[in-house]
C-alpha cells in the first residue's frame, strides 16, 4: 500500500473529524479482500498488474459493470480493444476520473453501479419521463390498411400518413424535421 500525503498531512491522516483520507494505492490485492468485491468511495486506487489484454478483459467481464474503468497506455489498438469488449459507466485513459469532469457528457454508472447518466442534458432527460401520444385522423384504421389485399396505392397512401404524423410530431416536441423516409 502507498499512501500519498503532503508532509506536513502525513502524520495527521487519516482525520475522521474532516473526513480526510490520504489518497492510497493498493497493490497486491487479492480476491480475497473486501475492497477486490466492493465499491470504492474515496481517494483509494487497486492496481491489478496484468501480462495480457485477454485476462484483463476476462476479469472485467466476469463481474459486475463497474462505475468507471481506468486504462493506463497508449490509444492505440489495446485500448480499443478494451472498450470495444468491456462495459463500464464510464472510462479514463492515462489519469483517473477525468470523465466525469466533461461538462455535458453523460457520467453514470451501468446494472449494480447505477443507472442511466446524470451530467448536463443527457441528466435531465435521463429523470424525466417523456411518452409519445399519438392519435389518428385517418377514416380507417392503420392496421385495417396494411391487411390484404393491400396494392401500392394503399403502400402509397400509408407511407404519406406515417411521414406527415412523424413530421407533426417532430414539430410539437422541437425535433426539427422528420429523418427522410426510405
Known amino acids: 500500500m502507498l499512501t500519498i500525503a503532503p508532509p506536513q498531512e502525513a502524520d495527521a491522516l487519516p482525520r475522521r473529524a474532516g473526513r480526510r483520507i490520504a489518497p492510497t494505492v493498493l497493490l497486491d490485492v487479492t480476491e480475497d479482500m473486501a475492497v477486490a468485491s466492493e465499491e470504492i468511495f474515496g481517494p483509494v486506487l487497486a492496481v491489478y498488474p496484468y501480462d495480457d489484454l485477454d485476462d484483463v478483459i476476462t476479469y472485467v467481464n466476469t463481474r459486475p459493470s463497474p462505475l468507471a474503468a481506468y486504462f493506463f497506455g497508449s490509444d492505440g489498438p489495446e485500448f480499443l480493444e478494451f472498450i470495444r469488449r468491456t462495459t463500464s459507466g464510464g472510462v479514463s485513459r492515462n489519469d483517473l476520473a477525468v470523465h466525469w469532469?466533461?461538462?455535458?457528457?453523460?457520467?453514470?454508472?451501468?446494472?449494480?453501479?447505477?443507472?442511466?447518466?446524470?451530467?448536463?442534458?443527457?441528466?435531465?432527460?435521463t429523470f424525466s419521463h417523456r411518452r409519445t401520444i399519438a392519435a389518428s385522423t385517418a377514416p380507417t384504421g392503420?392496421?385495417?390498411?396494411?391487411?390484404?389485399?393491400?396494392?401500392?396505392?394503399?403502400?402509397?397512401?400509408?407511407?404519406?400518413?406515417?411521414?406527415?404524423?412523424?413530421?407533426?410530431?417532430?414539430?410539437?416536441?422541437?425535433?426539427?424535421?422528420?429523418?427522410?423516409?426510405?
Not at 453501479?113 to 435531465?124: P, R
Not at 390498411?145 to 422541437?174: C, K, S, W, Y
Request: hydrophobic residues 35%; without cysteine; aromatic residues 4%.
Open 142 to 182: 392503420m392496421a385495417q390498411n396494411l391487411m390484404p389485399p393491400a396494392g401500392q396505392a394503399q403502400e402509397d397512401a400509408l407511407r404519406g400518413f406515417v411521414a406527415h404524423t412523424l413530421a407533426d410530431i417532430h414539430g410539437r416536441i422541437g425535433a426539427g424535421p422528420s429523418p427522410q423516409q426510405p
Open 101 to 125: 469532469g466533461i461538462e455535458g457528457a453523460p457520467s453514470g454508472g451501468i446494472g449494480r453501479s447505477g443507472m442511466g447518466a446524470y451530467h448536463g442534458k443527457v441528466g435531465f432527460l
